[in-house]
């Protein structure tokens, strides 16, 4: 194992955060077993945004190119977390400086160039994985469980919605959020997490119809100053066209079971709503990203007259949080910024070569990045021909 690796993030923005937190704290979940981790480089073109989270999250340093890391020789694991028109260009430079890369998803914003850095990552002597943080939700992963030890049985219908709002004023400024082709806005940007969630929980998507794509507010006003994330900064008179989608909806066929799917960028009050509901042969499990130290759990009594959930709060019997919370007692409470450590986590132990035997399940891999880039191209062929259903 070696001694040390040295870590940087490309990109400063909302999520880049999170993952510049994410490594500062990899080493504290679960005993000591990592390498000593460096936080080396936040890499930004803006230097500003680059050189306030390098101090923040206590990096050595910012860079403004991709290419500086790339070259630097204290680097060994890069987290790549800007736009996703972007990824490509950035991830295959890393791969082929021999840099460990933990992709943000979607994986591209294109189905050819996810799958020719699926290719690059076949290719590479380094590891390649995304970052779906979803399926390190304590929650999310227990629900999987309950599926999978046969508790909720086999699934019978699931019903996911991801609802934010980020998009709802007509004063959102313009971003790269809002250009690309169809399915590239909210299908992609949180679609993305819920459809995986989906398949995560209910087994592969085997058909998609009822496809449909909506643009609300078809112009924004351009920014005055650089916008991260969701930001609202002040906007000038000049405005853009939107180019994609603010809502989509579409029906799933599983190997068992229906699906039902409905994300949105503009359903004002909703700035993070991941919800759904998984329909078992032997009950339910309802999940809400509000109150993610919870599930609602319904398991039939066989009495005929059992309807209804029950709270389960999420304790240290539950995926993620014995020994991966400082104090991992029951109802001190985790969200989602907790999910990016354990994702953290899991990636280094990878890298660092440890055993899957005594490590998190290990991210992501590209091909599963294309596969969910399939699933939402097939979305967005289903929309574009009048809900006709598409087969996987
Ligand atoms: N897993 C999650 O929950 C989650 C949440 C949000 C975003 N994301 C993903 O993370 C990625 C980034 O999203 P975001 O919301 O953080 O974006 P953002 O717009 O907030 O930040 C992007 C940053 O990239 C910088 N940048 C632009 N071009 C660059 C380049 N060539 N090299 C280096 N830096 C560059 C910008 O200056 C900006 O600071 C996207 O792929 C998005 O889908 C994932």
């Given at each position: 194992?070696?001694?040390s690796?040295?870590?940087?993030v490309?990109?400063?923005?909302?999520?880049g955060?999170?993952?510049?937190a994410?490594?500062r704290?990899?080493?504290t979940?679960?005993?000591p077993?990592?390498?000593?981790?460096?936080?080396?480089s936040i890499?930004d073109v803006?230097a500003?945004f680059?050189?306030l989270a390098a101090?923040?999250?206590?990096?050595?340093?910012?860079d403004?190119?991709?290419?500086?890391?790339?070259a630097?020789?204290?680097i060994?694991?890069?987290?790549?977390v800007?736009?996703?028109?972007l990824h490509?260009e950035v991830v295959?430079?890393?791969l082929a400086?021999?840099k460990?890369v933990l992709?943000?998803k979607?994986?591209s914003?294109?189905?050819?160039d996810?799958?020719?850095?699926a290719?690059?990552?076949?290719?590479a002597?380094?590891i390649?994985r995304?970052?779906?943080?979803?399926?390190?939700?304590?929650?999310i992963?227990?629900?999987?469980?309950l599926?999978?030890?046969?508790t909720?049985?086999n699934?019978?219908?699931?019903s996911?919605?991801?609802?934010?709002d980020?998009?709802?004023?007509p004063?959102a400024?313009?971003s790269w959020?809002?250009?690309?082709g169809?399915?590239?806005?909210?299908?992609?940007?949180?679609?993305?997490?819920?459809?995986?969630?989906?398949?995560?929980?209910?087994g592969?998507?085997k058909?998609?119809s009822?496809?449909?794509l909506?643009t609300?507010?078809?112009k924004?006003p351009l920014?005055?100053s650089a916008?991260m994330?969701h930001?609202?900064?002040?906007v000038?008179?000049?405005?853009?066209?939107?180019?994609n989608d603010?809502?989509?909806?579409f029906?799933?066929e599983?190997?068992?079971?229906?699906?039902?799917?409905e994300?949105s960028?503009v359903?004002a009050?909703?700035?993070?709503?991941?919800?759904?509901?998984?329909?078992?042969?032997?009950g339910?499990?309802?999940?809400d990203?509000r109150?993610?130290?919870e599930i609602?759990?319904?398991?039939?009594d066989g009495s005929?007259h059992?309807?209804?959930?029950?709270?389960?709060?999420l304790?240290?019997?539950?995926p993620?949080?014995?020994g991966?919370?400082?104090?991992?007692?029951?109802?001190?409470?985790?969200?989602?910024n907790?999910?990016?450590?354990y994702?953290?986590?899991?990636?280094?132990e990878?890298?660092a070569?440890?055993g899957?035997?005594?490590?998190?399940?290990r991210c992501?891999?590209?091909d599963?990045?294309?596969r969910?880039?399939?699933?939402?191209?097939?979305?967005?062929?289903s929309?574009l021909?009048?809900?006709?259903?598409v087969?996987?």
């Open positions: 194992m070696a001694e690796l040295g870590v940087a490309i990109g400063a923005g909302m999520a955060k999170a993952h510049a994410a490594y704290t990899a080493s979940l679960y005993s077993v990592l390498p000593e981790i460096r936080l080396v890499g803006n500003e680059g050189s101090r923040r999250f206590g990096y050595e340093r910012n403004t190119s991709w290419q500086a890391i790339a630097a020789d204290d060994d694991v890069v987290s790549v800007i736009a996703n028109s490509r295959e430079g890393l400086a021999g460990h992709c943000e979607p994986l914003d294109s189905l050819q996810a799958r020719a850095m290719d690059a990552a076949r290719n002597s380094s390649a995304i970052g779906f943080t979803f399926r390190r939700t304590p929650g992963a227990y629900i999987r469980d599926i999978q030890n046969g909720l049985g699934v019978l219908h699931f996911g919605r991801y609802w934010t980020y998009g709802f004023s004063e400024p313009m959020r809002y250009k690309g169809p399915g590239s806005g909210a299908l992609a940007d949180v679609g993305s997490h819920l459809t995986y969630v989906s398949e995560f929980l209910c592969d998507i058909s998609i009822g496809g449909r909506t609300a507010i078809d924004r920014p005055l916008v994330g930001d609202h900064v002040a000038s008179d000049t405005f853009e066209a939107v180019e603010d809502y989509a909806a029906n799933a599983f190997a068992n079971g229906a699906g039902s799917f994300v960028r359903a009050g909703h700035a993070n709503s991941l919800q759904f509901e998984v329909f078992c042969e032997k339910a499990a309802k999940f990203q109150r993610p130290s609602q759990l319904f398991l039939h005929g059992d309807n209804g959930y029950r709270q389960v709060i304790g240290p019997g539950h993620y949080i014995a991966g919370l400082a104090m991992d007692a029951p109802e001190v409470g985790f969200g989602q907790d999910a990016f450590g994702q953290a986590r899991a990636f280094l990878e890298v070569g440890l899957e035997e005594t490590s998190l399940p992501a891999t590209f599963e990045g294309v969910n880039m399939e699933l939402l191209g097939a979305v967005a062929e929309a021909n009048n809900g006709k259903k087969m996987l």
